[in-house]
Every structure is written in structure tokens, then in C-alpha cells.
């Protein structure tokens, strides 16, 4: 049997509440969901503040932790509008909040003191002083950039006392995860929710969609020279699997999986993956196999990759169908 338990998490994505059902039933200990207009998905998978009340009540049912996540950066105007909504989740006991915005961070910490507040990937902390930083504005844990090393992983443990949160299963971005400027290339579309909330279609940053325009077939040149036929610009899914055994006897508080968007069977199928692995782990670390984990990932790896490519494609084309511009040159 293993010596000493791993303490943290298995983080999943909640884009419905069949997701959070699903996600508690095959074996999540805590489950993200995103309040319409502010957390960096299509409407199609974010959340009215009723069906959060009910994902607290399935998440805890289920013994489950609920958080929900701010990842966007709000105007001025805006600020009022995330403070009343963060005080409606706490009253539904929302268990944390996952945020970006370094000013709002603070406001919050100084409005809510006893909320968790986790600073979300989109802070993209690389050094130890962002991480003082943030603990010192009411942050408890981060997520780590996933260009981080283990080893400068490792110190982060050693030499801090905050929380380490790891995406073992998302993607990669040749500039910084959650702070895409580039999805505005073919659509920038401002319109306002029924509730005053702004939303830039185009720009995830400010409540929209991520086209996801570096998939695009980019070309390079000088003037008129091409320099290159095909640029690839990185943003590569990934599972993490090879590492979890080490980040388990690390100790990082929580192992994070990504994809609201996808079906609630692929994702209840995941966690199940992730848990069962976990727990085989912990349970007889000499006996683990990790080739047999990887062969039995291939399906998931498969389904996971033609849901992304076929996601991909339908925001490309979303991306070029006409913008209509109001009066003055804002785009409505």
C-alpha cells in the first residue's frame, strides 16, 4: 500500500449541469463552471446564476467542491456588475472563485475575505515574485504556466506556501494561455447581454469567443517575399500523462482537465480515466503501470482530438460570416 495519500484534487470542467452530474459521478473532488459573459467559452457553456445554485447542490451532494471562474478583464463600468454576481454565488455557497483580472482579484479579496480565490492560467505566473505577489492580493492558489518545468515546479513548492495547480489535460500556446489578442483578426463584434454586460465577440479576453485564428494556414513573408510556405503557430492539446505520477509525489494540490465544450460523455469519460489512474497510482506505486494507462488513453486521445478539429472548424467559419457595424464604427 502507498506510504502517505495525495491530499489535493481532481479538477473538471463543468459546461451544464449534466457536466457537473457527470463530473461528480465519476469521481471529480471539485468542478469549474463559468457565469454567462465572464469566463472565456461560448455562451453555449456558461451558466445562469440558478443553474450554478443547482451545480452547488449536485457538487456538494456528491461531496464535491464548486468554483467558478472570472477569466475575463472587465471594464470600470463592468467591476460593480462581477461584484454583485460574485456575492449571488456566495450566498449560494460557491466553494472559490478562479480569476484573471489582477484588479479585480484584489476588490474581490477586499470585499469577500473568507472566498478562495485561485489565480486562474490566464495570470500566467512564471516567478516566485508573481506568486508573492498574488498571495499578498488574497490569492490561495495558482495555476502554473504549462511551459513550467517540474523542477522549477518543484520549487515553487519547496519554497512557497501556495497552492500548485497543473492542467493535465488542455493546451498549449505559442504566446500566454488566457490572454489571446489574436482572435480578433477576422470578427470584432461588441454587443450587450440582457443583463448590461459588454461582450466583444471575438475577443475571449472581454467575454467572447477564441476563433482560435492561430490554427489558420499562415503564411510568412518579407514584402513580397514568402518566406515560408506553412507557419505553425503553436496551440497543441495535450494529456499530461506521463508526468502525473511525479506531480502526484510532488504534491501539487490540484490536477486540473479542461474542455467545457466538449460532450458530457467524452468529459464523464475522462474524469473516470483520471481518477481511476490516480487512485491505482496512490494505491501501489511499485506495481503502476504507465504503458498500460497510455494504451488505454488511444480512444479518449481520439474522441478528445475529432471533437477539437471539428470545434475548430466551425469557429473558423464563424469567424468570417459578416459584422454588422452600428452607426459611429462600433461593430454591433
Not at 463543468?14 to 469549474?32: F, K, L, P, T
Not at 518543484?154 to 493546451?171: C, M, P, T, W, Y
Not at 489571446?180 to 479576453?205: I, Q, T
Not at 458530457?264 to 506505486?285: A, K, P, S, W
Request: glycine share 8%; hydrophobic share 40%; proline share 4%.
Amino acid at each position: 500500500m502507498s506510504e502517505r495519500r495525495w491530499q489535493g484534487e481532481l479538477l473538471a470542467p463543468g459546461g451544464s449541469v449534466a457536466m457537473v452530474e457527470a463530473a461528480v459521478a465519476n469521481g471529480a473532488d471539485a468542478i469549474y463552471v463559468g457565469p454567462r459573459g465572464w469566463s472565456r467559452r461560448r455562451d453555449t457553456y456558461e451558466l445562469e446564476d440558478e443553474q450554478i445554485r443547482r451545480c452547488v447542490e449536485v457538487a456538494h451532494a456528491g461531496g464535491a467542491k464548486l468554483r467558478a471562474a472570472f477569466n475575463t478583464h472587465p471594464q470600470s463600468s463592468e467591476v460593480p456588475a462581477l461584484l454583485r454576481k460574485v456575492e449571488r454565488l456566495v450566498e449560494f455557497g460557491i466553494d472559490g472563485i478562479i480569476m484573471t483580472d489582477v484588479g479585480c482579484i484584489a476588490e474581490v479579496s477586499r470585499r469577500f475575505p473568507a472566498l478562495t480565490i485561485h489565480a486562474s492560467i490566464g495570470a500566467n505566473i512564471l516567478n516566485n515574485e508573481d506568486i508573492r505577489f498574488y498571495r499578498e492580493i488574497g490569492v490561495s492558489q495558482v495555476v502554473a504556466d504549462t511551459k513550467l518545468t517540474l523542477r522549477e515546479l518543484a520549487s515553487r513548492k519547496h519554497d512557497l506556501e501556495v497552492g500548485i495547480e497543473i492542467l493535465i489535460h488542455a493546451n498549449k500556446c505559442y504566446t500566454y494561455l488566457g490572454k489571446c489578442w489574436m482572435s480578433p483578426y477576422h470578427r470584432f463584434e461588441r454587443a450587450v447581454d440582457e443583463f448590461g454586460k459588454d461582450l466583444f465577440r471575438g475577443s475571449p479576453n472581454r467575454g467572447g469567443l477564441d476563433y482560435r485564428v492561430c490554427l489558420e494556414a499562415w503564411s510568412l513573408y518579407s514584402g513580397d517575399t514568402k518566406w515560408e510556405e506553412r507557419v505553425a503557430l503553436k496551440n497543441d492539446a495535450f494529456f499530461l500523462v506521463d508526468d502525473i505520477p511525479k506531480l502526484l509525489d510532488l504534491g501539487v494540490n490540484c490536477l486540473k482537465v479542461q474542455g467545457r465544450e466538449y460532450p458530457v460523455e467524452l468529459v464523464g469519460g475522462m474524469i473516470r480515466f483520471y481518477r481511476g489512474m490516480i487512485d491505482t497510482y496512490l494505491t501501489d506505486r511499485k506495481s503502476f503501470s504507465l504503458p498500460a494507462w497510455k494504451a488505454r488513453l488511444s480512444d479518449l486521445r481520439m474522441e478528445r482530438d475529432r471533437e477539437r478539429t471539428q470545434g475548430t472548424q466551425s469557429l473558423l467559419q464563424e469567424a468570417r460570416l459578416p459584422v454588422l457595424t452600428a452607426p459611429g464604427g462600433c461593430s454591433r
